[in-house]
T-cell receptor
């Protein structure tokens, strides 16, 4: 299995809703990532988990709450979002290497397209 | 800070070669990557190059790296209509075991029949 699976593919939510995005991989990767991509823009890093521990939080508002329940799963819990949070949310995973010595190629999922009304 | 620049648009005819250019600023970058994104889809890795190499070839793809000028290019030979997509150059910074990538703004490649 060489895929990263994201669900749901599309999500529409109101500003008072609570929802979650889910990501799963079975490649044995120990680093997992959330990226946000607005239309016609490059992906922007939100969070990095390394060995199920949060390693990077790129100053993301607390209305986005990541969770890594095990080495295969990554969730992004959404609460009280704003319309400007509408975007494509991409999950990715990679192997861990010792320091910067490996290519650590990121494998991306197809994304969850979120619309906040 | 890190910065990656790309031209925004390239139009070619089917069968021609396409060359997408990228410049980066972080001289400590260890790896540089090319990703392809089709409409409504995630990012697909095309190829990557280690910073101590100057060229890498993979079927129709050729990557050239000029480390002195911090210039990276992706050449696609015999471009097909299925190659129409957005192409992102990315550099890997940091010295941790995971990858923190900085992406360029993306080059939209349009291939006409």
């Amino acid at each position: 299995d060489t895929e990263v699976t994201q669900t749901p593919k599309h999500l529409v939510m109101g500003m008072t809703n609570k929802k979650s995005l889910k990501c799963e991989q079975h490649m044995g990767h120990r680093a997992m990532y959330w990226y946000k991509q607005k239309a016609k823009k490059p992906p922007e890093l939100m969070f990095v988990y390394s060995y199920e521990k949060l390693s990077i939080n790129e100053s993301v508002p607390s209305r986005f709450s990541p969770e890594c329940p095990n080495s295969s799963l990554l969730n992004l819990h959404l609460h009280a979002l704003q319309p400007e949070d509408s975007a494509l949310y991409l999950c990715a995973s990679s192997q861990e290497s010792q320091g910067a010595g490996g290519a650590n190629v990121l494998t991306f999922g197809a994304g969850s397209r979120l619309t906040v009304l | 800070g890190e910065d990656v620049e790309q031209s925004l648009f390239l139009s070619v005819r089917e069968g021609d070669s396409s060359v997408i250019n990228c410049t980066y600023t972080d001289s400590s970058s260890t790896y540089l990557y090319w990703y392809k994104q089709e409409p409504g889809a995630g990012l697909q890795l095309l190829t990557y190059i280690f910073s101590n190499m100057d060229m890498k070839q993979d079927q129709r793809l050729t990557v050239l790296l000029n480390k002195k000028d911090k210039h990276l290019s992706l050449r696609i030979a015999d471009t097909q209509t299925g190659d129409s997509a957005i192409y992102f150059c990315a550099e890997r910074g940091g010295n941790s075991g995971y990858s923190t990538l900085t992406f360029g703004k993306g080059t939209m490649l349009l291939v006409s029949p």
